[in-house]
């Protein structure tokens, strides 16, 4: 069965440093999607991707975030300079289309702000 | 409001019960459902998309209203490893539907 992969799974950084979270989504899947949750807490969007450009990003995705698919098949997530409260679990997805469809996750990156 | 709303849980029952979920919506506009499935420390996955007509896969049966903008979930004859929790997933409106806006979960932990 086809899936979401990430890389790493699980990634330690001190404060202030730049993170960048890896996603290779479906294949023939065209819209890309961040979410995060922090430990206890439910998952919240942060950006939607689609035909090279962000779609829609919530209050959370600020400046210091950034999203790229700098070939056919990664996406990455870009964390500029990581604070505290950016420590959580960090997912990927992918649906084929924007209709009535299933978001597959990939298996998640923990990030820990140190 | 929250844009999902779910039971807060959490719930413990024996093995072999019937245990039911509900979940609310505030945007009428929504335009599809899942309950989705979580582990401890896992990423979500999908137990069924709901649909009007309700469906049904085995021991599960979702159902949804969307005059009333209510989901449920019914599990019969729960097992040890229906212990998780269970997250209602809403899309979005018609320019973004593909995004999942989820509930903050409910977690069922079901005994010998």
């Known amino acids: 069965e086809p899936e979401v992969t990430q890389t790493p799974s699980h990634q330690v950084t001190q404060m202030g440093q730049e993170v960048i979270l890896r996603c290779v989504p479906i294949?023939?899947?065209?819209?890309f999607y961040w979410y995060r949750q922090i430990l206890g807490q439910k998952v919240e969007f942060l950006v939607s991707?689609?035909?090279?450009?962000?779609?829609?990003k919530s209050e959370i995705f600020d400046d210091q975030f950034s999203v790229e698919r700098p070939d056919g098949s990664n996406f990455t997530l870009k964390i500029r300079s990581t604070k505290l409260e950016d420590s959580a679990m960090y997912f990927c997805a992918s649906t084929l289309n924007s209709g009535n469809t299933e978001a597959f996750f990939g298996q998640g990156t923990r990030l820990t702000v140190v | 409001r929250k844009e999902v709303e779910q039971d807060p849980g959490p719930f413990n029952v024996p093995e072999g019960a019937t245990v039911a979920f509900n979940c609310t919506y505030s945007?009428?506009?929504?335009?599809?459902f899942f309950w989705y499935r979580q582990d401890c420390r896992k990423e979500p996955k999908l137990l069924m998309s709901?649909?009007?007509s309700g469906n049904e896969d085995g021991r599960f049966t979702a159902q949804l209203n969307r005059a009333s903008q209510y989901i449920s979930l019914l599990i019969r004859d729960s097992k040890l490893s229906d212990s998780a929790t269970y997250l209602c997933?809403?899309?979005?409106?018609?320019?973004?539907?593909?995004?999942?806006?989820f509930g903050d979960g409910t977690t069922l932990t079901v005994k010998p």
């Open positions: 991707f689609y035909n090279n450009e962000i779609s829609e």
């Open positions: 709901v649909y009007s």
């Open positions: 945007n009428s506009a929504s335009q599809s």
């Open positions: 997933v809403v899309n979005g409106l018609n320019t973004n539907a593909g995004k999942s806006t």
């Open positions: 294949s023939n899947h065209l819209y």
